[in-house]
Structure formats: structure tokens, C-alpha cells
């Protein structure tokens, strides 16, 4: 108990002072930490409202942490496939470059070429309606088997109609053989390829034919005009019931016309089976700059009853034959331009040969010709006249005759004109390499290049052009397969603290605190292997090919693996925002439950002071009577 005795003012001064300074320091924590709820005490419910909202807020904010790292290991897969994308294009554009031109194109590129009028036919049925609907242009896409021909016949063209393979197009070094077609078993008169309208082509295909009887594989016939070209014929003419007929892989009959250009390949078997026969008054002539080569078990060039066979100038003709090389029938002819190598290796192995038991025929060799002989019989044979008229075998200064015997060569050239005509009923004339000299007045001469030469330097030409395509070839396999290693090196290297999503890691990543919203990102494997990317092995076109269309697929696949990528970066990018705003709401909440109004704190600051001010005043004025009698002493 206090000895000193205050006044009823003082004490209410007093009491005054002392709230407003508790007033004070209440207002100064308030100013000092920005809150109006420091603890429970303060609000207990504000307090721990806001408490809750902070903390799940600071969880949320742990979980944007997690979520930005599943995005940049997105980022990390994302920036992987994109350069992956670049060698990708890299690799594509090396085997676009080896490719270009030489493998054949899809057929739909064909169909646009032939236009309405044409066709593209990869079956027999196919080719049947193409040809009987009368389609201009007809493209034979991959290999067309007929088969039995023997009832149905074969191919019928009709006017200006044309039957060509893909190389008719351009030089598809995969087109070499792609276009064929074959039939087995027919009967008289149904050749594989029949043509009894003007204007037809056949071009740029492999023929493939296996008959019975008199049936050829490419007939023309009743006055028309055709042309034959870029062909493979192979044929095997047997008989199963004995009958022998003459057969042949390109024939010209009843006053029909053929025209040969370019190369043509035949190779035949079988007796009486011929490789180019003109019969009935019928004309065939192997073009300028062609290039034929004719492999038949029996009768190689054959020109029968009034026909004629030209071989124009700079053309390159190759028979290599059992029996006859040329042989002319019944008022035949054969006008030889061109360069003619024969060799006839059977004991019947004519090489240049009118016939006498059918004569009247004429051998007429021009100053440009160059005919090379390698025969086991009489390498000339101009026979006798049984009265159908004279054999002739006429030979113009100028032309150049070669003889092979017993391994050796004799080559002359022809100094003046030469003409035999047989008159004799029994007599058959010869010109051998033996009698040569005493017969026509040649002179030797120094060795130039034969037919079987030029179409030997051909295929060693085309040999070493393969040889330098393939080095080309290996050149740049070397930079696609290092460009496939730098791509397996990149997407291993494509990895975010220690996940990889190019390699078929999972990440899980979460969307709120009890974990119960979550997104499972699904890697992916794009590895060369397993996306079907393997190393090149450029032996030929087809294997380049090949690599493109693996290129083109694994890009695909690239892509849409970012396209999976792009999705979860989209969702958890969506959520990352989301999260963001939600953080800010809940701590916005939590801040109008505790923060305080420093405008209004510091106008109670100021009202404070000023009350404390007019206490101490009161206190004062309180305090002036116990002065007065202080005075009196």
C-alpha cells in the first residue's frame, strides 16, 4: 500500500497515460511487422485461418518446384527429338540425293503420266480390260504373269495403242526388269503380244514365254506398221505333241512392218525357233544406233517369202546361234548397213546363207557394213537356183569382212564391188576364210570393232558406271551412317536429372498436396532400332530405297512422339499457372485475416500521440493545487 495519496484527477490522468501507452505499443508491433494478428492472442481464428491457408500455400509452392522440373525434362526431350529432327532431314536428303531418279516412283506417278486415256495395270486382269477397252498408253507396273494363253489367246493391241514398262517414263535403275510379263502354254496362232493395228509400241518390258505349236511372242501382222523397242524376250518354243512350226520372239507377217530400235535382248530355245522373222512380204528394219543381241538354239535373222530385213547404218547386231546366223527364204532379202557379228557354233552353222532350196533370195552387204563371221559350216552360202530365180549375194566396195578360225583372225576389206548371182540348178557358191582371196578382190586390213565389240564395250561401260555409282554409292552411306550414330548419341544425351523420356522413362509428376491429382508422362523409345532406323548397306538403288523409306517412317514417328511430348507439356504447363494463381489467392486470403491497415495504424499512431500529449496537459493542470500549497511554505 502506497504512503503517498494522489487526487481523484491525478489517478484518472494517471490510468489515462497508462492505456494509451499500451495502446501505443500495440500500434507500434502493428507498424513494425505489417500485422494486425501476430499470434493466437491477437485472433485466434484469423490466426490459425490464415495459418492454413500459408501452409497449403507453401505446399503448393514445393509442387510448382516439382512441376517446373517435369517441364524442363519435357523441354530436355522436346529440344532432343527437335534436333533429332534436324539429322533426320540430313539423313533424308543424302538418300534423296543417292535415290534421285533411279528407283521407281509409287503408281500413282505413272497414272498421272498416261493421263485418262492410259492405264496402270499390275494384273493380268488388268492388263486384259486395259487392252481390250482400247487404252492409248498402257503401263506395266511390276510383273504380270498371263498363264495359260492357250485358250483366251494373248494380248491383242489395237490401234496406235502402246505397251510399255516404267522405264518408258524415264531411267529407273530399279525399272531394269521390273515391268514384265509372262505366259506359258499356247496354241497356233496365239502369240503372247499380237498386233494387227497401226502405231503400236512395245517398249521397255521383259518378256518371259513358254509355248506350244506355232505361236510367236510378239507377232505383227496384215499390213501394219509397229515398233518394237528396249526389249528382253526369253522364250522356250517346245512341242509336246512333235509338231515343229517356226516360232519366233519378234515376227512380222502378212505384209506387216516392224520397226527395231534401241536394245533388245532375245534369248530362245527350241527347234525351228527363230529370233527376228519377216515373212509373207512383210518388212522389219533394226534402226539406226540400235543395238540387238540374239542367243537361239537354231535360226537367228530370217527373212522368208518376199519379205526384207534391213539393218541400218551404225546399227549393232549380235547372233550367236546353233545353225543359221541369217537366212533368207523364198524371194527374200536382207540389206546389210549396219554392223552384223555372227556365230553360228553347230555342225549346221551357217552364217550368212540364201537359201537354194527355196531361192530367188538376195544378200545385199552395203560399203558401210562391217560383217564379222565365226561359223563351223560355210561362213557364205549363196545357193542354187532350184527355179524360183537367182540367189544374189552382192558386196560393196568398201565393206569390211572378218573370219575367225581356229582361234585366229583375218580381217579385209573389200576393194571392188562384188556380185555373185547363182544360176546354177545344183551348184551352191561358198566364201570362207580360205577361198576369200581367190574369190573377190580384198585386201587385209588392220581390226576395228566388231558388233559383239561394241555391245562387249556396252555392257563393260555400263559395268563401270555401276561400279562408279556404287562408290558414289559408299560415299554417302559413310555420312548417313555417321549421321545415324550422332543420332543415337544425341537422344541418349537427351537426358534431365537422370530421366529420359526419348528412352522410355516415366515421370510422374504431382498437382496438389495429398497427390491425388497427377499427371504420368509416358516416354517414349525413339532409338534408330526401334523406330526401324537401321545402318545403310548401299549395294544397289533398292537398298537406298529402302534407307529413305525407313528415314521417311522414323520421321513420322519422331514427330509424333513431340506430339505427345507438346500434350503433357500443355497439361502440366496449364497446372503449373493454375497453382501459381492458386498460391497467390491463398496468401492474398491469408493477408486480409492478418495484415493490417497501415493508413489506419498510423492515424491511431498519431491519435495516440495526441491523447498522450492532452493527458500529460490534464496530469498537469491536475497537479497545479498540490504546487499552490507548496508555495505557502
Known amino acids: 500500500m502506497s504512503d503517498i495519496s494522489l487526487t481523484a484527477s491525478m489517478r484518472s490522468n494517471l490510468l489515462s497515460l497508462q492505456q494509451i501507452s499500451k495502446l501505443q505499443d500495440q500500434t507500434q508491433l502493428r507498424l513494425s511487422t505489417g500485422l494486425k494478428v501476430n499470434s493466437a492472442i491477437d485472433n485466434p481464428s484469423a490466426y490459425y485461418t490464415a495459418s492454413s491457408l500459408t ?62 486415256n492410259g492405264a496402270v495395270v499390275s494384273t493380268a486382269d488388268e492388263l486384259r480390260a486395259a487392252v481390250t477397252s482400247g487404252k492409248e498408253t498402257i503401263c506395266v507396273y511390276g510383273n504380270i504373269d498371263l498363264g495359260d ?32 510379263i509372262s505366259a506359258t502354254d499356247s496354241v ?13 509400241l512395245v517398249s521397255d518390258l521383259n518378256l518371259n514365254y513358254k509355248n506350244t505349236r506355232q505361236a510367236d511372242v510378239i507377232c505383227a501382222r496384215d499390213k501394219i506398221s509397229a515398233t518394237v523397242q528396249n526389249l528382253d524376250i526369253k522364250a522356250n518354243f517346245f512341242d509336246e505333241d512333235g509338231t515343229l512350226g517356226n516360232r519366233a520372239a519378234i515376227a512380222s507377217r502378212y505384209g506387216a512392218s516392224i520397226e527395231i530400235g534401241k536394245n533388245i535382248d532375245i534369248n530362245i530355245s527350241g527347234q525351228y525357233a527363230y529370233g527376228i522373222y519377216a515373212l509373207s512380204a512383210s518388212e522389219i528394219t533394226i534402226q539406226t544406233m540400235s543395238s540387238v543381241n540374239i542367243s537361239s538354239e537354231s535360226y537367228g535373222l530370217v527373212s522368208d517369202y518376199k519379205s526384207t530385213i534391213n539393218i541400218s547404218r551404225n546399227s549393232q547386231l549380235n547372233i550367236c546361234t546353233d545353225e543359221y546366223g541369217l537366212l533368207n527364204y523364198h524371194n527374200s532379202t536382207t540389206n546389210i548397213y549396219g554392223n552384223l557379228n555372227i556365230k553360228a557354233s553347230g555342225i549346221y552353222g551357217y552364217g550368212i546363207h540364201n537359201s537354194g532350196t527355196s531361192s530367188g533370195n538376195g544378200v545385199y552387204i552395203a560399203s558401210s557394213a562391217q560383217i564379222y563371221l565365226n561359223t563351223v559350216a560355210q561362213a557364205f552360202n549363196n545357193g542354187a537356183n532350184n527355179g524360183q530365180g537367182n540367189n544374189i549375194l552382192s ?22 564391188d562384188y556380185r555373185d548371182e547363182n544360176t546354177s540348178p545344183t551348184t551352191t557358191n561358198y566364201i570362207t576364210a580360205d577361198n576369200i582371196e581367190t574369190v573377190m578382190k580384198v585386201a587385209e586390213t588392220s581390226a576395228w570393232k566388231t558388233a559383239a565389240d561394241v555391245i562387249a564395250e556396252e555392257a563393260a561401260e555400263k559395268e563401270a558406271q555401276q561400279a562408279q555409282e556404287q562408290e558414289e554409292r559408299d560415299a554417302y552411306q559413310k555420312q548417313f551412317n555417321a549421321a545415324l550414330s550422332q543420332y543415337d548419341m544425341l537422344i541418349k544425351d537427351s537426358a534431365y536429372k537422370g530421366i529420359n523420356l526419348l528412352q522410355e522413362d516415366n515421370l510422374k509428376v504431382n498437382f496438389n498436396e495429398d497427390k491425388s491429382a497427377n499427371l504420368l508422362v509416358k516416354g517414349v523409345d525413339v532409338t534408330s532400332e526401334s523406330i526401324g532406323l537401321l ?31 507438346g500434350n503433357y507439356y500443355s497439361i502440366i504447363t496449364t497446372r503449373d499457372e493454375f497453382t501459381e494463381n492458386l498460391i497467390n489467392v491463398l496468401e492474398e486470403g491469408a493477408d486480409k485475416l492478418t495484415l493490417a491497415d497501415m493508413n489506419e495504424e498510423s492515424a491511431n499512431m498519431l491519435s495516440l500521440q495526441t491523447r498522450q500529449q492532452l493527458a500529460i496537459n490534464s496530469l498537469s493542470l491536475a497537479s497545479q493545487s498540490a504546487q499552490a500549497v507548496l508555495r505557502l511554505f
Open 535 to 565: 545402318a545403310a548397306d548401299w549395294t544397289s538403288s533398292k537398298a537406298v530405297q529402302t534407307s529413305l523409306d525407313q528415314v521417311l517412317n522414323a520421321q513420322d514417328k519422331l514427330r509424333s512422339a513431340s506430339t505427345q511430348l
Open 395 to 416: 558386196i560393196a566396195s568398201g565393206a569390211k569382212i572378218a573370219f575367225e578360225k581356229d582361234g585366229a583372225t583375218k580381217w579385209y576389206e573389200v576393194k571392188e
Open 55 to 116: 501452409n497449403r500455400a507453401d505446399d503448393l509452392s514445393a509442387l510448382i518446384d516439382a512441376m517446373s522440373q517435369g517441364i524442363q525434362t519435357i523441354k530436355a526431350a522436346t529440344e532432343g527429338i527437335e534436333t533429332a529432327e534436324e539429322l533426320i532431314k540430313q539423313m533424308k536428303a543424302i538418300a534423296e540425293q543417292v535415290s534421285s531418279g533411279s528407283v521407281v516412283p509409287e503408281k500413282s506417278y505413272f497414272e498421272k503420266l498416261v493421263g485418262e
Open 149 to 180: 494363253i492357250s485358250a483366251t489367246g494373248g494380248l491383242s493391241l489395237a490401234e496406235n495403242q502402246k505397251l510399255v514398262g516404267v522405264n518408258y517414263f524415264g531411267n529407273f535403275a530399279d525399272g531394269e526388269g521390273f515391268s514384265s
Open 188 to 200: 497356233y496362232g496365239h502369240a503372247m503380244i499380237s498386233i494387227a493395228k497401226n502405231g503400236c
